[in-house]
C-alpha cells in the first residue's frame, strides 16, 4: 500500500536548523502535491508548507523566510528546510501527498528548546 515515511526530527536549540524528509511509495510521486503539515499539543493541525507537482510552492505567514519545501521527482522525497527555529516551531510533522485522495505520513517529532 501507499506509504509516506518522514525522517529528520529531532531536539534542537533555538535559532539551529533541521530537514525533515519524507519519502514515499506506490504513488507516481511526481503527480501530486506534496505538503508538510503540523500539530503542537492542544492545537489544531496547520499547513505548513506545500509544493504542488509544477513546483510552486506555499508558505505559512509563520515560516516564511525561515522554512524551505523541496521535492525531488527522481528519489520520491519531499524536504522541508527550516532554519531559526522557535519555541513555537515545537510540533509533530506529518507529510501529505494530495491528489484527489489524500495520504499521511505517520509524523515525526520536532522539539525546539529555548
Known amino acids: 500500500q501507499v506509504q509516506l515515511v518522514e525522517s529528520g526530527g529531532g531536539l534542537v536549540q533555538s535559532g539551529g536548523s533541521l530537514r525533515l524528509s519524507c519519502t514515499a511509495s506506490?504513488?507516481?510521486?511526481?503527480?501530486?502535491?506534496m505538503g508538510w503539515y503540523r500539530q503542537a499539543p492542544g492545537k489544531q493541525s496547520e499547513l505548513v508548507a506545500d509544493?504542488?507537482?509544477?513546483?510552486?510552492?506555499n508558505y505559512a505567514d509563520s515560516v516564511k523566510g525561515r522554512f524551505t519545501i523541496s521535492r525531488d521527482n527522481a528519489k520520491s522525497t519531499v524536504y522541508l528546510q527550516m532554519n531559526s527555529l522557535k519555541p513555537e516551531d515545537t510540533a509533530v510533522y506529518y507529510c501529505?501527498?494530495?491528489?484527489?485522495?489524500?495520504?499521511w505520513g505517520q509524523g515525526t517529532q520536532v522539539t525546539v528548546s529555548s
Open positions: 509544493i504542488s507537482s509544477g513546483g510552486s510552492t
Open positions: 501529505r501527498a494530495d491528489r484527489v485522495i489524500q495520504y
Open positions: 506506490k504513488i507516481i510521486f511526481s503527480i501530486y502535491t
